[in-house]
């Protein structure tokens, strides 16, 4: 298998709000985001928006938004 890393994250101030906001929310949480070296070497990174997720379960736009921004800085941090 090749070089993949799994980085599971979170913080109680925004998906307790969130699971309040939609318990089935709980489901997703913590957030993940999986990075992985591809067989050409190339590394590339997956994940689920958090906005569209907790937008689809209910969770108001105003928050969404929030913990979208909040992705987007960890994905930029761990970016090739």
């Known amino acids: 298998m090749p ?3 799994v980085l599971a994250y979170g913080h109680p101030k925004g ?3 969130s699971m309040l906001a939609a318990p089935l929310v709980a489901l997703d949480l913590p957030l993940r985001v999986l ?3 591809r067989d050409d ?3 590339v990174i997956a994940f ?6 907790l ?3 209910g969770v108001p736009n105003a928050l969404a938004d929030k913990l979208d921004a909040a992705q987007q800085i ?4 761990v970016s090739p």
């Open 15 to 17: 998906g307790t709000p």
């Open 48 to 53: 689920h928006p958090i906005g569209a997720m």
């Open 3 to 5: 070089p993949t890393t």
């Open 35 to 37: 990075v992985r070296v």
């Open 41 to 43: 070497g190339q590394t």
């Open 74 to 77: 960890l994905l930029k941090a």
């Open 55 to 57: 937008r689809r379960s």
